[in-house]
């Protein structure tokens, strides 16, 4: 394949997530991927050119790629994909854990998802209402015994809370690190979250304002979305990942629809250094001519 032209991630960056499919084999109730309507794009990027329009990304060590979706491992390609980021690329992973992980530890080598930083490379997610949490617990350890750098993550949902805290004790016991997630979304009719800007999820008004944001978003296909609404909406992307012609432009872009934004876009959260008080956009009104 002919060589594409770097994109450099600017430095206030704090995120790069690329989505290899937004399938998945669980069906949460709540999932924040479906907080809006559902505009998914079902086209898949092959492994090659994943692995193609990845490697043009110039990042820092700080700040790896993210693979997740959906399920990324989903992705009939997922372990060719994870085996050829070049070198200078950071790796981590977002998944169910719900996949033949001896396969995967006998074709990945745990030094290629390890870094220094606060949390784990490999983040799991625990949802009791589709999952056990013993079995979940031992493919855990058993990747943790082979050096992958692995830790579980709960969401707060109000009717599973006291679940996932006794999990969290469980797995603590284990010598497992379980951490927990705000959650996001609506639940008995009262929207969850601490959210930077007001109205912005309540989906009741659709105002014209300027945004600009801090992470690069890829969906299945490659496509370059301003936002996760945008992804998970099917809007039209600013480009894409495997488009020669395609610069990463780092500016206020107009929105015609700020009200329906995606939680994940505006709630206020840690950054990749776990540091309080990051929101993922900047929204500013439109100056009137």
């Known amino acids: 394949m002919k060589e594409l032209k770097p994109i450099i991630i600017p430095e206030h960056y704090n995120y790069i997530a690329t989505f290899l499919t937004l399938a998945c084999n669980l069906k949460c109730s709540y999932c924040i991927n479906h ?24 990042s820092r060590y700080d700040l790896p790629i993210t693979l997740q979706g959906g399920e990324p491992s989903l992705h009939k390609d997922f372990i060719y994909i994870l085996n ?37 490379s490999i983040r799991v997610s625990y949802h009791p209402e589709q999952m056990e949490l013993l079995p979940l617990v031992e493919k855990v350890l058993r990747m943790q015994d082979a050096g992958f750098s692995i830790g579980i ?18 797995c603590q016991g284990r010598g497992i690190d379980f951490r927990f997630k705000e959650f996001l979304g609506e639940y008995d009719g009262k929207l969850y979250g601490t959210f930077k800007y007001e ?14 944001t801090t992470e690069l978003i890829a969906g299945s296909d490659g496509s370059i979305y301003r936002c996760h609404s945008d992804l998970y909406e099917g809007r039209t992307p600013v480009g894409n990942l495997i488009d020669p012609n395609f610069e990463l432009e780092d500016i206020y872009r107009v929105c015609e629809v700020f009200g329906h934004c995606n939680p994940c876009d505006v709630k206020v959260k840690t950054n990749r250094f776990q540091q309080y008080g990051h929101t993922s956009v900047d929204i500013k009104e439109v100056t009137p001519a």
Not at 35 to 58: A, M, T, Y
Not at 91 to 101: G, K, P, R
Not at 153 to 170: F, M, N, T
Not at 199 to 212: H, N
């Open 35 to 58: 907080f809006g309507k559902d505009g998914f794009v079902n086209k898949r990027l092959s492994g090659e050119e994943w692995v193609q329009g990845i490697n043009r990304i110039k």
């Open 199 to 212: 109205g912005s999820c309540d989906r009741k008004f659709e105002k014209k304002v300027l945004c600009k």
């Open 84 to 120: 050829n980021i070049k070198p200078e690329l950071n790796i981590d992973i977002l998944t169910n854990l719900q996949f033949d992980i001896n396969e995967f530890i006998a074709k990945v080598d745990p030094n290629r998802i390890k870094r220094n930083a606060p949390y784990a």
């Open 153 to 170: 993550w709960g969401v707060l949902h109000p009717s599973q809370e006291d679940v996932i805290r006794k999990a969290q004790e469980y």
